[in-house]
């Protein structure tokens, strides 16, 4: 992780391009577990506050942090005690560990041994482990050089040896910028599980050649290292930039190679936010609901409003498709009135009564869906509920609807109340409120 010069490479690979040997065969996925993740360049020994930051972010998500230690390029000279207890407070809290091993010394543009390398993995795994268990969860080869290839043999020989030791542990390259695909898979077999293909300052994002060819690979292959990206605003432009170039791995710093020259010997100001936002990426765990009458499997759905009329409980949630109503009472087998403001605007739709001002745009009466028509009350049918998307008994009532017929979409701002048989008491919210919100689920 050393300063590179990515012009001259960026000419090299494009130079290269047309050689690239595309791989036929290939080894089985490696496993990890679904959705985006962080590698942290750890690059700060023992500092108790950061470690306590990373420790606490593995515990909000276990198995989802992972965290490259490196003591000066390398394994040090021996078990550093302190780095050790901070490492397995981290891995028991959830966290993961990679460890550093440089490949190629920069400054000389020379090759480390083959027999180098392998004893610094070696003292990785001897050194890191608290009783017999081992704490070292993968290894992070750093400056895999050529960056446009040429080295084929080597890295496969570096990817084996850490398989060797336990094939589920991961291997991270980091050529730290565009490269050759026959780093990621060459004649078939893999030479890292993940690879690292960006890795500069942030303001460089809008301007990267992306390379095309990664989209041939499953996201949970790539790795993206933004650094000097001062805001959080920042962080979450490079995230949504990672996610559409298919990237599966991240992390991104307000630290800069300006004034101590190393960007990773810090966490970020924004560390917590970054867990939360990689974690939230294409992770939309939609309830499974069946609408049947049975209130079951809205068990871990939090209530919307609640009430001590005969109407107790109301719940909202939906899937990508499908907005889900859930009335859970008493003696509702009769007239039913949901009204939505489905696109948050008093000033549009019908102004049902008994509340404060709620611009109703679409209402369920019974099992039909209507459309406000403008003006007064004006209802346009604009489909009738099935036997599966609408169920009325005397303690519940469950509805599905198309969440397409009402012109939502997922993510978005809707307001909504209920009134049962045309009541000014047995409502939600309760008489005078104002109506319940409720952001769809993106
Ligand atoms: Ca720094
Ligand atoms: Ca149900
Ligand atoms: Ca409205």
Known sequence: MK???MSILIVFVMLLAALVIFPLNREPAYAVSPGMKVIVPAYFGTNTDYWSIMTAQAGLYPGKIYAVINVNSGPGTETDSVLLS????????GGKILAYVNTFDYPTQTFLPVSTVKQDVDDWYEWYA?????????????????????????????????????AKDLVVGNPGGSTSETYVEYN?????????????????????P?????????????????????????????????????YGWFYCTDDSIEGDGNPWDTLPAYFAEMCSAVNAVGTSAYPAITVNGNADDWASISSLATGSTTIKTMKVTNDATMLYLL???????????????????????YNASGWGANGSDYMIENDILYRHN??????????????SQFVRQNTVIEAGVPISLMNVTAGSLIRLGF?????????????GEVFCSQTLLP
């Open 3 to 5: 300063k590179r010069f």
């Open 374 to 387: 403008g003006s007064g009350w004006s209802w346009t049918q604009v489909a009738a509920l099935s036997s």
């Open 210 to 246: 992306f390379q095309s060819w990664q989209a041939n690979y499953s996201y949970d292959r790539f790795y993206f290292l933004p650094h000097t990206a001062s805001t959080a605003a920042q962080m979450q432009d490079a995230l949504n930039q990672a996610v559409s170039g298919n």
């Open 130 to 166: 608290s009783g017999s268990v081992s704490q070292i969860d993968g290894v992070f080869y750093d400056q895999m050089y050529p960056w446009n290839g040429g080295q084929e043999t080597f890295y496969r020989s570096l990817y084996t040896y850490v398989k060797n030791k336990d």
């Open 327 to 349: 009335i859970e009472g008493s003696d509702l087998n009769v007239t039913s009135n949901f009204y939505l403001d489905t696109d948050n605007n008093i000033s549009t739709g």
């Open 86 to 93: 901070r490492i397995v407070a981290f891995r028991n809290a």
């Open 188 to 208: 078939g077999n893999r030479l890292t599980d993940v690879i690292c293909t960006f890795e500069t300052e942030y303001g460089q994002i809008s301007t990267w």
């Open 419 to 431: 009134i049962k048989n045309n009541s000014s008491t047995d409502r939600l919210p309760a008489a």
